[in-house]
């Protein structure tokens, strides 16, 4: 059975709030600034991804060099919305990509290329690193779209210390507090065709 792909995300009426890793040197200045500024390049595809535990697997719990800052970044609803829109998934599927006008592996070829955003959805993963039983969405925003991620943001906050702590209370075991210290993720809701081109299964 394939596992179901979801959107679970802390978010309000009018926020979501993503994950990214960065090194001391792009973290500090964005906090500071409630932006990103040089040396961040909007030139690249930068990838945001609402889920805590997967973004704790991607980064070693902020131990991997370059990932050595968790940013939360609350970002509108509206833009991150337009933005799924907009998106093409990294992977040909004609099930998934009909509803989009490409049905064929070629024609999903030509939007890939010039899709703004890209999508792709990973095992969710529980604080233990362990998969859990539906995937999560990661969405890159390329360089057709990365120079407007500035405008959707609303805030920046470096949780790198909360980060920690969870860790360590994962390693000694203690995993009701860690599950106290994260994030509490919900179901994002969403219409049940507004983003079926990514084979989101509604909320």
Do not use: C
């Amino acid at each position: 059975m394939t596992e179901p792909q979801q959107i679970r995300a802390v978010f309000d009426a009018q926020t979501i709030t993503v994950y990214q890793a960065f090194r001391s040197q792009i973290a500090e200045p964005a906090v500071a600034a409630q932006r990103f500024v040089p040396p961040f390049s909007v030139n690249r595809t930068t990838w945001i991804k609402p889920s805590f535990g997967w973004m704790m697997y991607r980064s070693g719990w902020a131990t991997k060099p370059g990932q050595e800052h968790i940013l939360a970044i609350r970002i509108r609803r509206d833009a991150w919305e337009s933005a799924l829109d907009r998106a093409v998934l990294t992977t040909f599927s004609p099930k998934k990509a009909a509803g989009r006008g490409y049905a064929d592996r070629e024609a999903w070829q030509r939007a890939f290329k010039v899709a703004p955003v890209r999508v792709q959805w990973d095992p969710e993963r529980s604080l233990r690193g362990g998969d859990l039983p539906y995937r999560s969405i990661q969405v890159g925003l390329t360089r057709l779209i990365a120079p407007e991620y500035n405008d959707w943001i609303v805030a920046i906050d470096d949780i790198t210390g909360l980060v920690h702590r969870a860790h360590a209370a994962v390693r000694a075991g203690r995993m009701d507090r860690a599950r106290q210290l994260a994030p509490r993720e919900r179901l994002y809701p969403v219409p049940e065709d507004r983003f079926a081109h990514l084979g989101l299964h509604p909320g």
